[in-house]
């Protein structure tokens, strides 16, 4: 289990961002490698720190 530092979650792997508070058994929290792992407290940080794509489960509006 992914122990929640922050709401949202950067995976660097897939370049997607997941809302942690809305999360879905579809978004595989706990396949995404710690190393892949960065935390953010906005969904805002997160897309300036990062080309993320939204979450198609969690957040919705995905462009993939």
């Given at each position: 289990?992914?122990?929640?530092?922050k709401r949202y979650l950067?995976?660097?792997n897939t370049l997607e961002?997941?809302?942690?508070?809305?999360?879905?058994?579809?978004?595989?929290?706990?396949?995404?490698?710690?190393?892949?792992?960065?935390?953010?407290?906005?969904?805002?940080?997160?897309?300036?720190?990062?080309?993320?794509?939204?979450?198609?489960?969690?957040?919705?509006?995905?462009?993939?």
């Amino acid at each position: 289990m992914v122990v929640k530092l922050k709401r949202y979650l950067g995976n660097l792997n897939t370049l997607e961002v997941h809302d942690t508070q809305r999360e879905q058994t579809r978004c595989q929290l706990d396949d995404i490698k710690p190393e892949h792992r960065r935390w953010y407290d906005t969904l805002a940080e997160a897309k300036a720190d990062e080309r993320y794509d939204n979450c198609a489960w969690c957040i919705g509006n995905s462009t993939r």
